[in-house]
């Protein structure tokens, strides 16, 4: 199965000026996790995607893709 991006964290840090390391200092989180999740490698929790929102000064909705996600595609890539 094709590994689809599920979350929009690099989109919006980019489209913010902000970098991983900022977002990774602001959360109190190692910048290889801040990175994985951009990457779409693994995936924030939602309490973690909630203050990823504030601290970025949007929505919820805009940090995740909710089209054509499938449960299988989520499977176990949650840190």
Known sequence: MANKDIN????????KK???KWLAEQLGKDQTTVSKWCTNTSQPDLESLMK???LLGVELSELV????IQAGEIENNIE
Request: charged content about 40%; glycine content about 0%.
């Open 18 to 20: 902000k970098t991983n």
């Open 65 to 68: 893709r909710f089209e054509q």
């Open 52 to 54: 990823i929102a504030k």
């Open 8 to 15: 929009r964290i690099k989109v919006v840090l980019v489209d």
